[in-house]
């Protein structure tokens, strides 16, 4: 850090340095040019003068010079954005330096004020611009053909992202890349230039440039495509077997800079075509926007992603309560970064502690809550079923109960796809929790209770990439259950998405339920991965079956019936037609359950089976 600071400390010296220098002599060069080049008639009549003037004009341009952040900029970053800094500097010389005339009493040739104002623009430019056309000009007399550390790299794209990576790459130290092809679908766009890079053809090209140009690195740097766009482009990359890298999407982008150090490798989840919907209906912003919002498990994959998108409504306060406080610490760090305006408390605690909920509830009054906390790990949840009763069925009851207890307007629980036809404990509990929802909906109408039930999210802390992501690091081998197994996946950003809009939709008591597209085979997915990290699958790496897990099934339940369901407003919502609870039934067993589990009885695991109507056999 002292390092950086006393070398930024001495380019402004040197800066400031060159800057004084050439002021103080374009005056004098402005006279000799006007006086065609006669110096004996120049000593004689504006030498003295001009001595006299100098310092006062060089002041006064420095002064400007650093009220329009001319000194705060690093040569090998100048740029277009430095450049109109100097246009504004010197129309704001104009109007200051007429006035010094007049109140100086200034007495030189017109023509010299002209000349000298052209020379001193010229040198501002020149100084700033010196470096990057140095080295521009050496990386043209030694290419990369020449130069073994630098990396060959082919954009994607030839829009804004790609000029401002391409115009990162040109001047960065950081990074030993050579900007050689651009590939964009714009036939308008081919056989133009990018600054010195070329712009090949589009996507057919991909190939052939990669071989042609001896490509190492491949950037895909179009945040606005679609998630199909997106997957067919990245299938065509891979087939080139180099490196490839994605900028994030416009989502990830808000407020933030696009550099290369923003670049992340591609992933499974950029290869299966699915788009992140942001929210954009102003009506769902609305709903959040100036209110209170309390989200419990905050910390974990989804509920951090609730978070973000919550802080973007500008709700008037957002509580994150999680039990993990290292989780709960790392989304705090993030959202005091992204949103320092946002009003953030993050809590510790238990949705079991009815003690510790009922105090959160009753201090802070949110007036939305999302319910993210569970166990959600299958097999673990296979072994430890109680656990999986206290927390995710008792915890739902309690917080819920607390939460109409305390007006709050609205409570939507985060469900799963395995509550279906559950044939594991996890699945089990969840099925419980959402009659819980249910029947709450019909004890309290003050407050709007629904359910939003989905099936996997890509990258979540319990899903299968991070796995593989780890085993293909350690060497392999990458671990499959079964190569016929498939599920449904969905991005966490898409599914947080749509989890905001259907709360939005809520009357009260409703399952809604996300159309997850198309099943993904889990084999396919395990092999993709491996050759998006450069090697070949049972080849550099292994894929080893090893048989179904407790509780697992072959293949997930098809969540979305449209035949049974009832669309939304929106297509990738429905809501399912759930069947006449029997209040009485269902608060008599859930005081059985309770006091079952509390013994830690395992006839607490019977009963859970007997309230969603006995246990299913795995599909196998």
């Known amino acids: 850090m002292k390092n950086s600071f006393v070398h930024r400390y001495a380019i402004i010296m040197i800066l400031l340095f060159a800057d004084v220098i050439w002021l103080s002599a374009t005056g004098f060069l402005a006279l000799w040019i006007r006086f065609d080049f006669s110096i004996p008639y120049l000593l004689e009549d504006f030498w003295a003068e001009q001595i006299r003037v100098t310092p006062i004009i060089v002041a006064t341009v420095v002064a400007i010079y650093y009220m329009f952040r001319l000194y705060h900029s690093l040569w090998r970053f100048a740029s277009v954005m430095e450049l109109a800094r100097i246009v504004s500097a010197y129309i704001a010389i104009v109007p200051v330096v007429a006035v010094e005339v007049l109140v100086f009493h200034i007495h030189l040739p017109r023509s010299v004020y002209l000349i000298a104002y052209i020379l001193d623009f010229l040198g501002c430019v020149g100084v700033r611009f010196a470096y990057r056309f140095i080295r521009e000009l050496s990386r043209r007399r030694f290419p990369a053909s020449e130069t073994s550390d630098l990396e060959n790299v082919m954009m994607i794209g030839a829009g804004e992202a790609a000029r401002d990576l391409l115009s990162d790459i040109a001047v960065s130290n950081r990074v030993h890349y050579r900007a050689v092809c651009v590939i964009d679908d714009n036939p308008d766009t081919w056989n133009r230039y990018i600054g010195s890079v070329p712009i090949v053809g589009g996507r057919d090209s991909i190939v052939d440039a990669a071989e042609k140009y001896a490509v190492d690195r491949i950037i895909f740097a179009i945040p606005t495509a679609t998630g199909v766009e997106r997957s067919e482009i990245l299938e065509i990359c891979r087939q080139t077997h180099c490196r490839i890298q994605v900028i994030p999407g416009m989502y990830e982008l808000l407020n933030e800079d696009l550099t290369v150090s923003r670049l992340k490798d591609v992933d499974v989840t950029d290869l299966l075509g699915r788009d992140t919907n942001i929210l954009e209906h102003q009506s769902v912003l609305e709903s959040i926007t100036g209110k209170i919002v309390l989200v419990t498990g905050g910390g974990g994959s989804i509920g951090s992603e609730l978070c973000r998108q919550i802080a973007l409504a500008q709700p008037q306060q957002l509580i994150i309560f999680d039990i993990y406080e290292n989780n709960a610490y790392a989304i705090e760090q993030e959202l005091r970064r992204k949103f320092p305006e946002l009003n953030l408390v993050v809590l510790i605690g238990s949705v079991r502690n009815t003690n510790r909920v009922n105090h959160v509830l009753h201090t802070y009054k949110p007036d939305v809550i999302y319910h993210a906390a569970a166990h959600k790990h299958v097999p673990l949840m296979e072994t430890s079923p109680i656990e999986a009763i206290k927390n995710n069925v008792f915890g739902t009851y309690k917080l819920a109960r607390a939460a109409a207890r305390a007006k709050t307007k609205r409570f939507l629980l985060i469900s799963t796809d395995k509550a279906v036809n559950p044939t594991n404990v996890m699945g089990a509990s969840k099925r419980v929790c959402e009659l819980v929802i249910q029947f709450l909906a019909k004890q309290y109408t003050e407050t709007t209770f629904c359910a939003v039930r989905f099936g996997n999210v890509l990258g979540s802390n319990g899903s299968v990439i991070p796995l ?152 196998i």
């Open 468 to 619: 593989f992501r780890e085993q293909i690091k350690n060497g392999g081998p990458v671990t499959v259950t079964d190569p016929r197994i498939i599920r449904y996946f969905m991005t966490i950003p898409e599914a947080v998405s749509l989890v905001l809009v259907a709360g939005h939709y809520a009357k009260g008591g409703e399952v809604f339920v996300l159309d997850m597209g198309q099943p993904v085979r889990i084999d396919d997915m395990a092999r993709k991965m491996i050759e998006l990290s450069g090697f070949t699958p049972d080849v550099d790496i292994q894929i080893e079956y090893t048989g179904l897990r407790p509780g697992e099934k072959m293949y997930e339940e098809l969540l979305v019936d449209k035949e049974t369901m009832r669309q939304t407003e929106n297509k990738k919502i429905f809501i399912e037609q759930t069947s006449e609870l029997d209040d009485k039934q269902f608060r008599q067993d859930m005081t059985r359950l309770g006091a079952l589990a509390k013994k830690e009885d395992q006839k607490a695991v019977d009963l859970l089976w007997e309230m969603i109507g006995g246990k299913f056999e795995p599909q």
